[in-house]
């Protein structure tokens, strides 16, 4: 059996997804699961990109002890140099260093001669070696590169000093035939490949991501990069749940192993989806919500006769569980710690504290708490409090009939702490909310996206609510939760708000495709 690494790059490739923009809290959170789902590497960002990009990632670094952190860096010395000082304090430190390749690219994106891309390249990879003891070096639009061309300029760069080499198909264009074959040829023709990890890097434009990444390993790739849930720019990334599972299910056909943690998968899809709000769509191989749903009654009787003659995937797999229930009103402090510590959750004790007291809260609303529950309690719990000044959902009213138009009053505290108070009318429930919510807010706001859901099921189940915003000219997303759904909104919208404010404090990210 082959082992093959995982490369994570959620928090950076993921995060470009268009309406993204994650925390560093956030950020942390998702990298402390990555690591208990098993990746090998984990992009934490781009740390030349932005102060809170920066800071995110040597938060991380300093974090994660069982996977190594890893931040990009285009080919330029003071993208290296600032990913040094973010990533030196990692327990493995490494860096991914990348520049195009492909004609199209180098000619109207870099408008450098070949030559010119060959001798910057090797500059960076032996520059970056000065420090850091794993350089990876990607050739940006490897898919539609000349192969004599990335045999020439991969041979350079493993001489001056790089450790993995990555050649992605950054724009979704190849075939699992075609891009298997550029492996072969690579590693067919160049001398030293001997000495470096081949690795993959594949976007799902033409929906071909994982067969993309399936095929590289079949030719001699022994690391894999991709995204919990398949997010990223345009249509996405490899999806890694979905690779996993295939590798996992297929072991008679794909003689290769992960250290990755199958039963995390649930919770790690789940986390990433909540934080990013972007919802997984139920027919979602491996992760949806239909995954392990059988409408049809041929399926139904076949099922409950032999699950395998129409389920290869069983739920407990991937960490599908039966969502008991777990606590009661009777509960107590032990019995929560003890159950959010069975969760992976680790609270320091004010947010144990606090994240105790909304479960309580809870239990007087609702009369049975579940896992989905106690996890929108604690991911709340566990990424609030950013350092900066918001506005505050004081208290709200909103006044409903069929034969009226519905009013919302709405009191905030806003940044300077003064208490602001209005009405407003819409068409709807929610619309008069989030007007009177514009009208008190003195930014200039836009609203682009608003989806609800509920966590879980039942008539009492909390609802969650996001938003997507154009805050000052500025993309923004907010979720709330609450087991009101006009509440949930109204948090969401503020949430989104109060983003621009962190946004501001920290610098504003500047993509960096692959």
């Keep these: 059996m082959v082992h093959v690494n995982i490369f994570d790059t959620t928090l950076r490739d993921g995060e470009q997804s268009p309406g993204v923009n994650l925390n560093q809290l956030e950020k942390l959170e998702i990298a402390r699961q990555l690591e ?10 781009f740390p030349a990109s932005s102060q809170g990009d920066f800071e995110a990632v040597r938060a991380i670094a300093r974090t994660i002890k069982n996977s190594s952190v890893t931040g990009l860096a285009r080919a330029t010395k003071s993208d290296i140099d600032i990913a040094w000082d973010a990533l030196k304090d990692a327990a493995e430190p490494r860096l991914h260093v990348f520049i195009a390749t492909s004609p199209i690219h180098m000619q109207y994106k870099l408008m450098k001669k070949p030559e010119e891309v060959v001798k910057t390249a090797v500059d960076m990879v032996k520059y970056a070696r000065k420090n850091f003891p794993q350089v990876e070096w990607s050739a940006e639009d490897a898919s539609r590169s000349d192969l004599d061309f990335l045999v020439q300029i991969i041979t350079k760069v493993i001489d001056a000093g790089a450790t993995v080499i990555n050649l992605p198909d950054t724009v979704g264009y190849t075939t699992p035939a075609e891009y298997g074959r550029m492996f072969r040829y690579i590693r067919e023709n160049v001398p030293n490949i001997h000495k470096v990890a081949l690795s993959c890097h594949c976007h799902d434009d033409l929906g071909m991501a994982v067969a993309n990444s399936l095929a590289a390993i079949e030719n001699g790739v022994t690391q894999v990069e991709g995204t919990i849930n398949g997010i990223g720019e345009r249509a996405g990334n490899a999806a890694l749940e979905e690779f996993a599972v295939a590798l996992n299910i297929r072991q008679d056909f794909y003689p290769y192993t992960t250290d990755l943690v199958l039963k995390e998968i649930k919770r790690t899809s789940d986390l990433v989806s909540r934080f990013t709000g972007m919802k997984v769509p139920g027919n979602k191989a491996v992760v949806g919500k239909n995954a392990f749903a059988h409408e049809s009654g041929i399926h139904q009787d076949g099922v409950l ?32 710690k003890d159950k959010i510590e069975q969760m992976g959750f680790e609270l320091e004790q004010d947010k144990l504290n606090e994240a105790f007291q909304s479960f309580k809260s809870l239990t007087d609303k609702k009369k049975e708490v579940t896992d989905e529950d106690l996890f929108t309690i604690l991911t709340d719990i566990q990424t609030s409090g950013f350092d900066v000044k918001k506005y505050e ?9 069929s034969a009226n138009l519905p009013t919302a009053t709405v009191a905030l505290t806003t940044p300077d702490g003064e208490k602001v108070e209005t009405a407003r009318t819409g068409s709807g429930s929610v619309e008069a909310l989030f007007n009177t919510l514009d009208a008190l807010i003195k930014e200039e706001i836009h609203l682009t996206d608003y989806s609800l859901s509920s966590v879980g099921r039942g008539r009492d189940a909390l609802a969650e609510a996001n938003v997507k915003l154009t805050v000052n000219g500025v993309n923004v997303s907010g979720r709330g939760s609450a087991q009101d759904v006009l509440e949930a909104s109204g948090k969401a919208f503020i949430n989104a708000v109060n983003r621009v404010f962190f946004n501001q404090k920290v610098g504003v990210k500047e993509p960096a495709a692959l």
């Design 36 to 45: 208990r789902f098993g990746v090998n590497i984990m992009e934490a960002g």
């Design 393 to 401: 959902l004081v208290a709200f009213q909103v006044q409903y009939a």
């Design 305 to 336: 006769k032999n699950t395998l003659t129409y389920e290869i995937i069983t739920p407990e797999l991937v960490g599908v569980g039966s969502n008991d229930l777990v606590l009661g009103k009777h509960s107590g402090r032990h019995a929560f």
